[in-house]
């Protein structure tokens, strides 16, 4: 089936540091990316919908300066979190959705834990 | 706005045992309904899903039916696995069909 991966796993950074996040659809084209976040217990919440070569979407609420997203070709979209805060620490999910595809197509990465000190 | 509620885990279950994850759901409109699962180190799986009213979704044994008088979703298994061992999540699309909103997830452990 297909795969998307997510780069690194997991990262742990200082206060003040900005860290980016890949996300790759490995064996499709994905004309939309989708950024979550998951605080422990919550529900996942978009962030963002990235479209390749357009600005992303973002939710109500999501620091575009913060949070900035790149989807730079058909199988890569990046997320950079910007003077990354502890209260930034939380698991990022991206997904992808196939070429024609729909919602319920996507196809989730596996998360990146980002810690921030 | 559109939410999803689905019950708090964990849930604990011997093998063979049978399986009720409740979610209901508030919506305009009329959603499509969504159960996906999330295996250890994987990323969220759709399990399965259903577009209408009375619709019943099914796969791998998991079964939930589309009931709009009660506004819910329950995912049942009649007999579970260790293998089910996993974390579940119910989730809706409305408005155009064009993003997804999740519930809280329900993590599962199946004991042998």
């Known amino acids: 089936g297909a795969v998307v991966s997510q780069h690194p796993s997991w990262v742990i950074c200082k206060s003040g540091t900005s860290v980016k996040i890949e996300c790759r659809s490995l064996?499709?084209?994905?004309?939309?990316m989708f950024w979550y976040r998951q605080f422990p217990k919550q529900s996942l919440m978009l962030m963002a919908t990235?479209?390749?070569?357009?600005?992303?979407?973002?939710e109500q609420g999501v620091e575009k300066d913060k949070f900035l997203i790149n989807h730079a070709s058909l199988t890569l979209s990046t997320l950079t979190v910007t003077s990354a805060h502890p209260e930034d620490s939380s698991f990022y999910i991206c997904?992808?959705?196939?070429?024609?595809?729909?919602?319920?197509?996507?196809?989730f990465g596996p998360g990146t834990r980002l810690t921030v000190l | 706005g559109d939410s999803v509620t689905q019950m708090e885990g964990p849930v604990t279950l011997s093998e063979e045992a049978f399986l009720t994850i409740n979610c209901t759901y508030t919506?305009?409109?009329?959603?499509?309904l969504f159960w996906y699962v999330q295996y250890p180190g994987e990323g969220l799986q759709l399990l399965l899903k259903?577009?209408?009213?009375?619709d019943k979704g099914s796969n791998k044994g998991f079964e939930a039916t589309y009931r709009k008088e009660t506004t819910s979703f329950h995912l049942e298994k009649g007999s579970v696995q260790v293998s089910d061992s996993a974390v579940y999540f119910c989730?809706?699309?409305?408005?155009?069909?064009?993003?997804?909103?999740f519930g809280a997830g329900t993590r599962l452990a199946v004991h042998p």
């Open positions: 989730a809706l699309a409305a408005g155009g069909y064009n993003k997804l909103i």
């Open positions: 997904s992808a959705i196939p070429r024609g595809g729909r919602t319920d197509t996507q196809y």
């Open positions: 990235s479209n390749e070569g357009s600005k992303a979407t973002y």
């Open positions: 064996d499709f084209q994905a004309t939309t």
């Open positions: 919506a305009t409109g009329y959603p499509s």
């Open positions: 259903a577009t209408k009213a009375d």
